[in-house]
């Protein structure tokens, strides 16, 4: 069985999501280069926050449908 890497969950609220896909949109656009997979990571972390985002925006908007 091969080792998997460990597993780190975070508790954020919705500006610290922003603020961090802010942070990896800045990264990519300033990457240097380097290792091609690192550039693929920084854009599946920052397609992860997005779809937090995204996520975020439809419960807000669906719950204020709901309270009408």
Known sequence: MEDLPPIITFDFEI???????????????????GDPREQEHIDVLKNAFYRAILEYTYQEVDHDVQDE
């Open 15 to 33: 500006q610290d999501v922003r603020l961090v896909h802010k942070a990896m949109t800045v990264l990519k656009e300033r990457w240097a280069g």
